[in-house]
């Protein structure tokens, strides 16, 4: 889908890199675009305005005083000491100033108000760093280190990796999963079961598939939301913060992530704070970078943090799975195990109609048991759809995103500046991929740790909370059916 067609979702993206707009900037006519109703700050920060030209003289006039700003302080300001910090603004926009440390430190207030501070924290996902790899000719985990280090010289106080996000929520579908089957004949909706973790086939099954799907889909929530919940639960409780005292940032590959960030169940009304305040994308990142002229081979290694005390996080790991999370992989093989005794080593794929619709088969006793399939792209979706829809529908499970490919061919960073696939960087991107060591998400002390310490146990009512959610079917307008891949 190209940004245009995505609506609302790219008004959480930085100053200056706003591809959707309403209206332009009333206060000083720049013609730059505001953001949404949401977040109706001018994307210029209103810059050119006299007031604003008048308090940036004053500010010139003034000395500054000392720089630098110690990991996990608070965010201050040029006019308290020259540490970033959200301004305070007569139209409380109070979301969107902490982003603005990320791409400008212009526009600057007669007053800071210390009530607004915020701990800046961005979270990587693990399909990103390939990009950057590639891109840059790195190795997957220099990579992960350089961009650290250039998001720390912007302001940012925590650089997390989302794998452990994505560990909970494959741990959470395999155990749905297992349960849907146990209980297919008591329930018409049990089987099949869809994967959640991409926000691009949630919002087409809501929108226009409607209660067909919505009943199938897995109710674990993708690991970009369940990231928000361990920084703005977990995280932030070790650190003694109010989550809406943290401002939380997505890297990405996808814009249709933005849009995920923004639905109102990943929405907290006690703290007035979303899970994931911002979403920026790869290629968007790489724009910051070239905005103030910086060449990721130059930027410092810095290693990324734990969300565990002081610990830093080691090399790079990822999940089984060619392309993506590796939902299919990761659920198949331990269904194999908990419902059949089958202890599977490796997954044999069969390609059908196209690479990008494969399934996978287990037999028992010459009687085929489970059987999986892999749809990427939106044709193989609307075929699957139509299969549905006929009661010629086979498979017991399938792992379904939106863009062909596979995660690391999301829009947001495999594209050429014609808006077309960059094959070449994409190859290079896979090759990347496939060589960074699995882990299995079972294998995760701290995971195992915080089910027990944080979320209550297992099966408690906090689990529910914390890494569930609700897919349902949305009335359709005119705007819902601009969806296109």
């Known amino acids: 889908m190209s940004p245009a ?137 220099d990579a992960a280190k350089r961009l650290c280090g250039f998001l720390k010289s912007l302001g940012v106080h925590y650089v997390f990796d989302t794998t452990i996000a994505a560990d909970f929520s494959i741990l959470e579908s395999q ?45 674990a929530k993708s690991p970009q939301q369940i990231m928000g919940s361990l920084v703005k639960g977990y995280f932030a409780r070790q650190q003694n913060l109010s989550p809406d005292k943290i401002f939380h940032v997505i890297v990405a590959p996808c814009y249709d992530k933005k849009l995920e960030a923004l639905r109102e169940d990943f929405y907290t009304a006690l703290y007035n704070s979303q899970e994931v305040d911002c979403v920026l994308t790869s290629g968007e990142i790489v724009q910051i970078m070239e905005q103030k002229n910086v060449s990721m081979k130059d930027v410092t290694e810095v290693a990324v943090d734990s ?10 790991v990822r999940h089984d799975g060619k392309r993506s999370d590796g939902y299919l992989e990761h659920i198949f093989k331990h269904a194999a195990k908990e419902l059949f005794g089958m202890d599977v080593k490796e997954i044999t794929y069969k390609a059908l109609k196209n690479k990008d619709f494969q399934e996978v088969t287990l037999e028992k006793d010459g009687e085929t048991v489970l059987r999986f399939a892999a749809a990427y792209g939106f044709r193989n979706i609307q075929n699957m759809v139509l299969k549905l829809k006929k009661g010629k529908f086979l498979y017991h499970f399938v792992e379904v995103l939106a863009c062909p490919g596979g995660c690391l061919n999301g829009k947001g960073q495999a594209q050429t500046e014609d808006g077309k696939p960059d094959k070449a960087l994409l190859n290079q991107m896979e090759e990347v991929y496939a060589a960074i060591p699995v882990r299995l998400p079972e294998t995760n002390m701290h995971v195992q740790k915080m089910y027990q310490d944080w979320l209550e146990g297992m099966d408690s009512k906090k689990v529910q909370e914390t890494l569930h959610t609700k897919y349902s079917a949305v009335n359709q307008t005119a705007s819902n059916l601009d969806i296109k891949w």
């Open 175 to 219: 155990r749905e999963f297992v349960q849907r089957y146990q209980r297919r004949n008591q329930e018409e909706h049990a089987l099949p079961m869809f994967a959640s973790a991409c926000p691009g086939w949630i919002r087409y099954a809501e929108r226009v598939l409607t209660n067909l799907v919505t009943s199938h889909i897995c109710t």
């Open 307 to 316: 969300l565990f005390d002081e610990v830093k996080e080691g090399d790079v």
């Open 5 to 141: 067609a995505r609506g609302g979702g790219e008004a959480a993206g930085p100053a200056g890199n706003l591809p959707a707009t309403r209206r332009t900037c009333p206060a000083c006519l720049c013609g730059q675009p505001r953001r949404l109703a949401r977040r109706p700050a001018c994307a210029c920060r209103g810059r050119n305005s006299p007031r604003r030209r008048a308090s940036a003289a004053r500010s010139a006039r003034q000395p500054r005083q000392g720089r630098g700003a110690p990991a996990g302080s608070q965010m201050k300001c040029e006019n308290c000491t020259k540490k970033e910090c959200s301004k305070k603004q007569k139209n409380d926009d109070t979301q969107s100033t902490s982003v603005d440390a990320l791409s400008s430190n212009d526009g600057l207030e007669e007053k800071c108000d210390t009530s607004k501070h915020k701990v800046l924290a961005v979270s990587i996902c693990p399909q990103s760093l390939p990009y950057f790899a590639a891109k840059f000719n790195l190795s997957v985990n």
